[in-house]
């Protein structure tokens, strides 16, 4: 048994964000969300099948360079889902996996939604199935890390909150063709976040800002969408950063609080407030972590790029853009 696959799948932004879950078994979130696939930002997944006698093994690239044997932790995180599309396709296999992130894993960057959208692609690729890109939506999103449901798609992606028929998937808005937009990332923390997006999901309807976002949400989701449709910047930078900012307030409000900001995240959204007023297209948005999306048309780009790289706390910056979504390669990475 010597079947082989490789998928490069990529990390996604959210617009609107996805922040609480009302079903941890098939990964439902409270709201419906909105993102921008990357291009830049992607994980590299190399999957082979072997004896089921063998087990699993996952090896992970370091940042050394090498490849290793994953820690439990990590290999913990995966293994239920290796399990679950073992159950899927009906087949009594073993998974050689070995990955590697283009970006820095664990700190708000999306580094789950890319790997476990490659892990789900090249699962299936390996084993030989078609799948459609809304059966692998679902699959993607059963591994937990809802967000991978959007990350099997290309462009402008939405994923509805799956309380209706045919509303289990992530569909595309528009394709990545539609509207060249460019995401400078202020990378500020590198190492993984203190309070996993999976806590900050549970505890996120304590905070007394909870519902009051639900309620603004089908206002922005309709906002968002005509904006992309559109090609409306200012219309969508609005919007975006009244979502990142209360995605913040509920975490900072939630019971235990999680504070995911660094002093150096304040003094960009600073940085990009001032921008704005200059006229430069760009709007910020976080995900759970420190680090700084600035969302901008590609003229605004270098303006964005010397302003926030000149701020001392910004270690450095990742150049990214609406990517196509993930495609399957022949350089294997083992
Ligand atoms: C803040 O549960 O999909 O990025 O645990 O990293 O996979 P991982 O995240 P997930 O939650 C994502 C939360 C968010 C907002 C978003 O991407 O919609």
């Known amino acids: 048994m010597t079947a082989k696959a490789t998928v490069v799948a990529p990390a996604n932004i959210a617009f609107i964000k996805y922040w609480g879950t009302q079903d941890w078994d098939q990964t439902l979130p409270f709201n419906p969300s909105i993102s921008m696939t990357l291009r830049e930002c992607v994980t590299r997944t190399t999957v082979e099948l072997i004896e089921r006698s063998e087990g699993d093994s996952v090896l992970l690239r370091t940042a050394e360079g090498s490849l290793e044997p994953a820690a439990e932790a990590f290999r913990q995180r995966l293994e239920p889902h290796l399990d ?21 894993m664990g700190a708000g960057m999306a580094s789950s939604a890319s790997g476990f959208a490659a892990l789900t692609l090249a699962v299936v690729a390996a084993l030989g199935k078609q799948t459609s890109g809304e059966e692998a939506s679902v699959l993607a999103r059963l591994s937990g890390s809802g967000s991978a449901s959007r990350s099997v798609l290309g462009g402008y992606v939405r994923w509805p909150a799956g309380e209706e028929p045919g509303e289990e998937h992530a569909v595309q808005l528009a394709s990545a063709d539609h509207w060249d937009l460019r995401d400078v990332v202020a990378v500020l923390q590198e190492q993984a976040k203190e309070v996993s997006s999976r806590e900050g999901h549970e505890r996120a309807p304590s905070s007394p800002y909870f519902e009051p976002r639900q309620k603004l949400l089908p206002d922005r989701l309709e906002t968002v969408t005509q904006a992309i449709l559109a090609r409306d910047f200012s219309s969508l930078a609005q919007t975006v950063e009244e979502e990142a900012i ?89």
């Open 84 to 104: 679950r599309l073992r159950r899927w396709a009906g087949e009594e296999v073993a998974f050689r996996v070995a990955t590697e992130n283009s970006f820095p």
């Open 246 to 334: 209360d995605l913040h307030l509920i975490a900072m409000s939630s019971h235990p609080p999680i504070f995911y900001w660094r002093p150096g995240t304040l003094e960009v959204l600073a940085a990009i407030r001032l921008l704005r007023q200059d006229g430069v297209e760009v709007c910020a948005t976080m995900d759970a972590g420190a680090n700084v999306h600035m969302i901008c048309t590609p003229d605004s780009e270098a303006a964005v790029a010397e302003v926030v790289g000149a701020i001392t706390e910004v270690g450095y910056l990742i150049y990214d853009g609406v990517g196509q979504g993930p495609r399957t390669i022949e350089e294997h990475l083992v």
